[in-house]
């Protein structure tokens, strides 16, 4: 072993991502949160009035919330938000160029891909480590198409005249509990601005990594497609596993004005200790297109339901997600699809596989409220259990007003079947193998809708989750 | 560190409670179980709050629209009304026995072909000549799906309705009809329904709810089906209550091993219908079918609850749910498919159609699973739709006008349903009815 391996804190290699380095922080924000740990972020980000005074209403509007208990796992109770640190930050501005980004850093991605992958197919890349982007590039040819990609503390600062008409504006941070919490004390995510006909070819993209113990992140991501205009923007996300719980609590906001289309793919991977409460929402103005590509894996409570209000004429809604939960784990995830103007369409597919004694759970809604015509819902949401143990629960609720819309909701539960890998055992494969394969074969359709590098990067997740998860 | 808060239910009101206090008095004659058990329903009624808005189980409804202020006990009917009941007591032609209530009080009672052992009793009689079996099986589950309070109530006031035992090894070829009538302002009923079928038995019963006059009334029922190892139990509940009333219908039925039970939920009247519909698949093999057909008008409300319980391996439970909408009315469907851990070889579907009618109709589907073994293959589906324009193309190109076309294309989405009870007679009398309904 090379004494640069040597200093990896955590030198278990059984999934990705579960490693860290020691942590070296300028600012940190202590433990729990309240008007002063507000202060000292404002204080620490220079934040302009305004930004101060949207924290604090989002830190009384978090005090004054209850969690939402009536339905939710009774896990979100032991969430002691006291225990948490709000702002960790080595006070290091983030580097355009990968040689100056601070070694342990470096590593750190270097040794999830990321260079490679920017310098393969990414139009451009942000790397958050803790609250703040440590690295943040765009291609040359991108940028001068006027395509603004940068993290939110620059976006605040540089665009505000853009940034701000729309901040806060798709999710209010009275949204829930979570978003308030966000509101309060975000820090890091990105910024995108995509200037009207611009179609970037190449997709964005933005890694999240929780690197330090009892530690809360809260990034906030806006971007806006402008009239015309297409992106793909690709994140991923990883902690390293530790004793204690990791919070992880983002808020997305996406603007696709007319004729815009935004995908938004995420590959997660948390470890088992994360509670990822994430609020992340779409609008589509008239002829635009949201589309969330979601892919749960890892984490100890997810609670995710990215949706897309259709705001314009014949706007377009989709959520594609998969979901794996394994012991120890609950992916409560689903979508949202409020239809606000006529003729839109939403499309839900949904799939999710528990093993062990893993815990998957879809929640949807579908609104079309009165006086819309012409509005359509397709939703499918197939689960799959591995083990005798393993646990999957569904619970749509759609809300259709008038006659003039269509909408149809399917949903079902089935398990690998015994002849099925009966059939591949008698071809040589191993029952592991078998396994596998089968559940490759359930989630296939879907990955086909991952960029290709995310698509084999989510297989081997997959098998990996898979390990020793037969029997 | 915030505090968790629930949503805060709303305690009734003293007047409230004064008005439906029961008599206890009434009850020195009852066995002592029975006397116990009213006595810690009322107090449960007492102490449960009506569920806040937020409450899970009544999400898109309004558990105030069952509203308890202002209400009274039925009052005993005069001699005309009482009459008139009877004479509005028509079904099915040819019965094995008939039982006709109004305002809780039995006015007339009639068994003419019931198979030797089957009994058909009204509740008083059967608290004194089978208190063993009501100890037994009366209300021994407690309520899943949002009305404990209600529930409560009815157990504290229940003193009429019919007790069905069906011995052993015994077919009962007719079907048995049950009557429920109310009538008086803001008059409240509390009919209860209890079957119990022995192995291998066999019975089809059918439950009406209904109103006397056009006043508001409310009527809070109770069903408890119990088939035992084999059997078969079909029950057919008809709600046709006036348009200001309200109906609330909680069932729970306990499926046996191999025992097969098929209910049938065809709710027609009240301005707000509720029905709470849990079938508990308890012995190996055993099926459940539930079905429902609504279809409400003018600003009717129906809101119906399921819960498919599968807690034995092998079980099979089917549900399908019909509703068709019109003018300003809203269907809300929440139903749960929960298999049990080692409820293996479980098999469960369920479905909710909606066709909407009008631009003003609203349908909430909330189908859910919630599955806890391996095992199973389990579905389910819902879909809100109006009537297709090909299908209307189809029969108008044949010289059907579109009032007619519309007409029969939404009976044959109802009759889907119908049909699926097998027993012609039957069939045709709920067919009646949806049609008189249909106007």
Redesign the interface.
Known sequence: MTTEEEEIADIKVDSVGDFYFPEVHKYDAGFGVGEKTVDYIADVKNDPDWVREFRKKGLEI??????P???ATKDL?NI???EFRYYLSSGEKPKRSWDDVPEDVKRTFDRLGIPEQERKFLAGVEAQYDSEAAYSNIKAAVEEQGVIFVNSAEGLAKYPEIFRPWFGKVIPSSDN?FSALNSAVFSGGSFIYIPKGVKVKHPLQAYFRINSEQFGQFERTLIIADEGAEVMYMEGCTAPKFETSTLHSAVVELVALKGAKIQYVTVQNWSSNVFNLVTKRGIAMEDAEVRWIDCNIGSRLTMKYPGVIMKGKRARGEVISIALANSGQHQDTGAKMVHAADDTTSNIISKSISIGEGRATYRGLVQIP??LKGCKNNTECD?L???????????????????????????????VSSEQIFYMQQRGLSEAEAMSLSVNGFINDLVREFPMEYSVELKRLIDLEMEGSVG | ???????QPETPSSADQLHLEPDFNRLNEAPVWFQQRVRSAWEVYLATPVPAA???TW??SNARRIQLDGLHLAKEAGAEDQQRAVLLSQGISKLGAKLVFLNDRLVHASADALALGVQCLPFAEALRTHGDVLEQYLMKRESALGSTKFAALHLAHVKAGAVVLVPKNTVQELPIEIYHWVSGENAVTFPHTLIVAGEQSRVTVVDHHGSLNQEHAQSIAVADLVAGPSSRIQYINVQEMADKANALHISSTSVGKNAEVQALQLQLGAAFARSESVSDLVGEHSRSEMFAVTLPVNDQVVDMRTLQNHLAPHSFSDLLYKNSLADNSRSIFSGLIQVA?GA?YTDAYQKCR?L???????????????????????????????ISEDELFYLKARGIADRESRRLIELGFLEDVISRLGDEALIEDLDRRIEAKHG
């Not at chain 1, 978090?62 to 969690?67: E, G, H, I």
């Open positions: 978090f005090n004054s919330k209850p969690m208990t009536h339905w109770e002691k938000f006291d509990k009165k006086h689960a259990l591995i083990n005798t143990s393993s646990r999957t629960d569904t619970y749509p609720a759609i809300n259709v007003k008038g006659n003039q819309h269509a909408t149809q909701h399917e949903a079902s539960v089935s398990q | 560190m915030s505090t968790v808060t629930e949503p937020k409450t899970e999400r898109y851990e293996h909606n909407l009618n009008s631009e003003e109709c609203e349908a909430v589907s909330m189908p859910g699973l919630e599955i806890n073994a391996d095992q199973v293959k389990c579905s389910h589906g819902a879909t809100s739709a109006p």
